[in-house]
């Protein structure tokens, strides 16, 4: 067996390794409003967005550009401001500035079809990806 | 504790009526009571159990609209009156028709109402409605 295993690392991996981290966290504390985490509730998403799975949503790509179709997004929900809806953007239309929201899963969804398009400026952020559960971690 | 990866942010893939059950069974069930109300109407010469029937078939019927209209409105979307442009109009006919139930003791009027249904219920099982709206199987 060996002796040698585990023994002695260059000390400038750790202090990469802590820096590392250290930037990482304080990334995150910086970013929150540019960066998150939200988890999704609901089922109107189904099959692409299951209840209980932890997303990553970013909000600087709007602050730059309009919401293209297909991209999935976070937007107040215009019936009740309290709460933070996600929905895929099935259209949108640049002259009166707004966007028109489906669920993915039609039969079980409340969106624009129910509430109309919605002002572009309700639409903040963009779903970039799904880090839990792990097997299904993903780019969205 | 708390899983430090969990986002605290929700977000939701809101729909307003998540229970989300449908069938046109049981518009078809109060349209047969009406069938066989009227049947028997006509078979019988005695006076209380046609006034009766007429008082059942009233009630059934406007069941009947009731449960036709439900779908109309909650499951039918507009991507079903693409695939079938005549939603509309069978719909609005069975409504009209569960109305002349109630109005006469016409057995071609509850006949006619019966076919509609099933013109719905077609339209219900080609657009997933089995699989979508009824539970498959439920734990006792």
């Known amino acids: ?140 | 504790m708390r899983n430090p990866l969990r986002p605290m942010r929700r977000v939701h893939a809101h729909c307003d009526i998540p229970c989300g059950v449908y069938d046109p069974q049981q518009a078809r069930i109060e349209a047969e009571s009406c069938y066989k109300i009227v049947e028997k109407y006509n078979a019988s010469s005695d006076e209380l159990l046609r006034t009766r029937c007429i008082a059942v078939k009233e009630e059934r019927a406007e069941l009947t609209k009731h449960h036709i209209d439900v779908l109309w409105h909650d499951y039918f979307k507009p991507e079903h009156l693409e695939k079938f442009p005549d939603l509309h109009d069978t719909c609005w006919k069975a409504s009209k028709a569960a109305s002349k139930v109630k109005q006469t003791t016409d057995i071609e009027a509850a006949k006619e109402l019966l076919g509609l249904i099933d013109k719905i219920d077609e339209m219900w099982k080609a657009t997933g409605g089995p699989e979508k709206t009824r539970l498959q199987a439920v734990a006792a």
Do not use: C, N, Q
């Open chain 1, 1 to 140: 067996m060996s002796t040698e295993r585990g023994r002695h690392r260059p000390l400038s991996s750790f202090v990469m390794r802590a820096a590392a981290l250290g930037a990482g966290v304080a990334a995150v504390a910086f970013a929150r409003r540019w960066l998150d985490v939200v988890e999704v509730h609901g089922r109107s998403m189904a099959p692409t967005l299951l209840p209980g799975e932890w997303l990553i949503v970013e909000a600087r790509t709007y602050t730059r550009r309009l919401p293209r179709v297909g991209e999935i997004v976070l937007a107040a929900d215009p019936r009740d401001a309290s709460r933070e809806l996600i929905k895929r953007v099935a259209a949108v239309d640049a002259e009166s500035g707004t966007v028109d929201l489906r669920g993915d899963a039609l039969e079980a969804s409340t969106d624009s079809r129910t509430f109309g398009a919605i002002p572009v400026e309700a639409v903040g952020w963009r779903v970039m990806a799904r880090y839990w559960p792990v097997p299904r971690a993903a780019r969205l």
